[in-house]
């Protein structure tokens, strides 16, 4: 039973770990494509104008 309790806290950790680490990725590719398109605007304003 505490073996079985054990490897469910690992599992729950990693699980955990896992989750963070996707969000953390999402985020950071997110906030790049949106310095991207900012980029992208301000050159087209500046093309336009």
């Not at 990693?14 to 301000?42: C, E, G, P, Q, V």
């Amino acid at each position: 039973r505490g073996c079985y309790n054990q490897n469910e806290i690992m599992e729950n950790y990693w699980k955990r770990r896992i989750y963070i680490y996707k969000i953390k990725f999402f985020l950071s590719r997110t906030r790049k494509i949106r310095k991207r398109l900012d980029l992208l605007k301000a050159h087209l304003s500046r093309s336009v104008a």
